[in-house]
């Protein structure tokens, strides 16, 4: 397995049999960076390797409609995109729209889906023997002037959304989450209940923008766990192996 960081929450993974890209928006040029997003991206189209699209909700940094004319470049594309995100125009083979709380089954891959504490949803993918997570914008989003009731009432929704996913009882291996610096000392929150609670083996800071320090900050606040945090340092970067 190898994965991809591109920019902000998008990731690609690549797998025996398969490319997985999630949240595409955006692809940034960096000095530091190990690819060249548009050469990969075209390697990918050339690979006998299915390519499969998810976008876990319609917000602009997580959603480009750039991707559905991937298609055009590769028979074996197949979208997995939230309800909430609005297509216009022609339509798009291999399409599949899914709202919170599905199981369903495309080739080899199992999707469970899994509701937001934002917009949309968030994704748990069986592939290739592998559980791999994306939590979109599931978080713990504990902003600094919220009210005590707005604090309680996304405390229960972002911890209740927690339980569906333990309910499964389905390992994670690779877990993207938000940990995002603009919550100032509550950044921290989201993450660390999810390790905590989940327990994934491999735990990947996303939503940082370009804030890099965010992922080593909170790689050493997270002493006393057996997950792997990954730290990340510039757009384009692989992270596995």
Same mark, same amino acid.
């Given at each position: 397995?190898?994965?991809?960081?591109?920019?902000?929450?998008?990731?690609?993974?690549?797998?025996? =049999?398969?490319?997985?890209?999630?949240?595409?928006?955006?692809?940034?040029?960096?000095?530091?960076?190990?690819?060249?997003?548009?050469? @990969? @991206?075209?390697?990918?189209? +050339? &690979? $006998?390797?299915? @390519?499969?699209?998810? #976008?876990?909700?319609?917000?602009? %940094?997580?959603?480009?409609?750039?991707?559905?004319?991937?298609?055009?470049? *590769?028979?074996?594309?197949?979208?997995?995109? &939230? &309800?909430?995100? *609005?297509?216009?125009?022609?339509? !798009?083979?291999?399409?599949?729209?899914?709202?919170?709380?599905?199981?369903? +089954?495309?080739?080899? @891959?199992?999707?469970?889906?899994?509701? =937001?504490?934002?917009?949309?949803? &968030?994704? /748990?993918?069986?592939?290739?023997?592998?559980?791999?997570?994306?939590?979109? %914008? /599931?978080?713990?989003? +504990?902003?600094?002037?919220? $009210?005590?009731?707005?604090?309680?009432?996304?405390? #229960?929704?972002?911890?209740?959304?927690? %339980? %569906?996913?333990?309910?499964?009882?389905a390992g994670i291996d690779i877990?993207?989450?938000?940990?995002?610096?603009?919550?100032?000392?509550?950044?921290?929150?989201?993450?660390?209940?999810?390790?905590? *609670?989940?327990?994934?083996?491999?735990?990947?800071?996303?939503h940082f923008w370009e804030d890099?320090? !965010? !992922?080593?900050?909170?790689? *050493?606040?997270?002493?006393? $766990?057996?997950?792997?945090?990954?730290?990340?340092?510039?757009?384009?970067?692989?992270?596995?192996?």
């Open positions: 397995m190898k994965i991809y960081h591109i920019y902000h929450s998008c990731f690609i993974v690549e797998t025996d =049999s398969s490319f997985l890209i999630f949240d595409y928006f955006k692809n940034k040029k960096d000095s530091k960076e190990d690819f060249d997003f548009n050469q @990969l @991206l075209d390697s990918i189209f +050339k &690979s $006998t390797k299915a @390519l499969y699209v998810f #976008s876990s909700h319609s917000h602009q %940094d997580h959603f480009n409609s750039r991707i559905l004319s991937w298609s055009r470049e *590769k028979e074996q594309t197949y979208y997995i995109l &939230s &309800s909430d995100i *609005k297509l216009y125009g022609g339509s !798009t083979n291999n399409l599949y729209t899914a709202t919170k709380n599905e199981e369903f +089954k495309i080739n080899n @891959l199992k999707i469970n889906t899994f509701g =937001s504490t934002d917009q949309g949803i &968030s994704f /748990l993918v069986n592939i290739d023997g592998m559980n791999i997570f994306h939590a979109g %914008d /599931l978080n713990w989003w +504990k902003w600094p002037d919220d $009210t005590p009731e707005e604090e309680k009432e996304m405390e #229960s929704a972002f911890k209740a959304v927690i %339980d %569906d996913i333990a309910s499964i009882n877990a993207f989450f938000p940990v995002d610096r603009r919550l100032e000392y509550n950044y921290l929150c989201g993450g660390q209940y999810f390790i905590e *609670k989940l327990k994934p083996k491999v735990f990947i800071p996303m890099f320090k !965010t !992922t080593s900050d909170f790689k *050493k606040s997270q002493l006393h $766990t057996s997950t792997k945090i990954i730290e990340i340092n510039h757009n384009n970067e692989i992270l596995l192996p």
